[in-house]
């Protein structure tokens, strides 16, 4: 059964800084991986996703990596904003069917203005 | 753009009390998910269909059921509420089952004393 683990479980920076998200997973065999945005009394947003043939995707100040080899991905945030203040969800699809999806805990961002 | 609605948003139930949540979509998908957040836990698979009149269990199914007699519209059930499903309840769909194209609700924080 896949796991997915997210480090660290809580964040908590100044406005403008970069910053970096792990996300690591146990079985290597996926077909995919997304990061979602979760915002207080709201659904998942889904961000990037990044085919298992892909190494990264990049849309704005976000950057996602995956390495399938080590069983890790990254979300990268550059510049950070004080709307970028929200829980970041990854979850990765390892086939099988509509129960495919596993999701990681989360990591809970505040950007400090 | 409705997308996925969900009814109700808030709930406080006693134990032993039965309630259903309601998931409407009007985008015409296929798959339907509902799943569970806990703090500490991550969003954990209930139940899913994957058309309508089909229903199957997902990673934590005891103690819930589902009906999808329309295609736009999931029931979650409970029918003798007990504490441990004090739980914020989110309904998903999508268009297929690749993993990605999920659009999520807003979800529903249930509380049962």
């Known amino acids: 059964k896949q796991e997915v683990t997210q480090i660290p479980a809580a964040l908590s920076v100044p406005e403008g800084e970069n910053l970096v998200l792990n996300c690591s997973f146990t079985?290597?065999?996926?077909?995919?991986l997304q990061w979602f945005r979760q915002d207080p009394g709201k659904g998942l947003t889904s961000l990037l996703l990044i085919q298992s043939s892909q190494r990264e995707q990049t849309s704005g100040r976000l950057n996602a990596s995956l390495d399938k080899s080590s069983g890790r991905s990254t979300l990268y945030i550059a510049a950070s904003q004080p709307g970028d203040s929200a829980t970041y969800l990854c979850a990765m699809y390892s086939g099988g069917g509509a129960d495919g999806l596993t999701f990681g805990k989360g990591t809970h961002l505040i950007i400090q203005p | 753009n409705a997308g996925v609605t969900q009814t109700p948003k808030f709930r406080v139930l006693k134990t032993g009390q039965s309630m259903t949540l309601l998931c409407a979509q009007d985008m015409n998908h296929e798959y339907m998910y509902w799943y569970r957040q806990d703090p500490g836990m991550g969003l954990r698979l209930i139940h899913y269909s994957v058309g309508e009149g089909t229903t199957a269990k997902g990673e934590v199914p005891d103690g819930y059921n589902v009906s999808r007699l329309k295609k736009q519209n999931f029931l979650l059930g409970l029918e003798s509420a007990a504490p441990s499903q004090t739980s914020v309840y989110f309904c998903?769909?999508?268009?297929?089952?690749?993993?990605?194209?999920?659009?999520f609700g807003s979800g529903t924080r249930l509380t049962v004393v």
């Open positions: 998903a769909s999508s268009l297929w089952t690749r993993g990605d194209g999920y659009t």
């Open positions: 079985d290597s065999a996926i077909y995919n």
